[in-house]
T-cell receptor, first 114, second 110 residues
């Protein structure tokens, strides 16, 4: 079956712009989580959605937001981009978000802010 | 309290050797301890995972050893192969949130 699909794969934006990233989870998975990966900070949790509701949020500023649609697809938005937002943004899907079923990651969206 | 500390940062082993990566955690509420493997240009892929009520889990060449009292766990890769060369992350889960270690870049020499 198809894995987690993230689009676009690469993105270049300028400071103060905003960006929207998309994630399509594995069919049947209802939980979608987002992570930011940078060389300096490593992998950090952004937020988790289940059935269109945000259930958990990491320690990121309000410029980072997300949503989930009724088909479980999710988007994350970053407004007023800063150079430090350059990172690989990873989406992970899970059947229900619990440890019983694990998390499957997509290949990520590489965002470069110039 | 959410931190997971991972060592070493990099590891070089010969083909056929044993690779050992260690992690330590502080928060005793963590309820699941997975290891992920990441190749360049790809997202992390689940390798093996363990719950805190189990001391060891083996899947093929990969073994997790878990020491609850010491709050430490480790990944052992037996008979390491060049194809195992990748970055390995330990993680711990609480409330549907993965807290990752800083990663270990493993290089297996042919």
């Amino acid at each position: 079956k198809a894995g987690v699909t993230q689009t676009p794969r690469y993105l270049i934006k300028t400071r103060r712009q905003q960006v929207t990233l998309s994630c399509s989870p594995i069919s049947g998975h209802r939980s979608v989580s987002w992570y930011q990966q940078t060389p300096g900070q490593g992998l950090q949790f952004l937020f988790e959605y289940f059935s269109e509701t945000q259930r958990n949020k990491g320690n990121f500023p309000g410029r980072f937001s997300g949503r989930q649609f009724s088909n479980s697809r999710s988007e994350m938005n970053v407004s007023t981009l800063e150079l430090g937002d350059s990172a690989l943004y990873l989406c992970a899907s899970s059947l229900d978000g619990t440890v019983n079923y694990g998390y499957t990651f997509g290949s990520g969206t590489r965002l470069t802010v110039v | 309290q959410q931190q997971v500390k991972q060592s070493p940062q990099s590891l070089i082993v010969q083909k056929g050797g044993i690779s050992i990566i260690n992690c330590a955690y502080e928060n005793t509420a963590f309820d699941y301890f997975p290891w992920y493997q990441q190749f360049p240009g790809k997202g992390p892929a689940l390798l093996i995972a363990i719950r805190p009520d189990v001391s060891e889990k083996k899947e093929g060449r990969f073994t997790i050893s878990f020491n609850k009292s010491a709050k430490q766990f480790s990944l052992h890769i037996m008979d390491s192969q060049p194809g195992d060369s990748a970055t390995y992350f330990c993680a711990a889960t609480l409330a549907r949130q993965l807290t990752f270690g800083s990663g270990t870049q493993l290089t297996v020499l042919p």
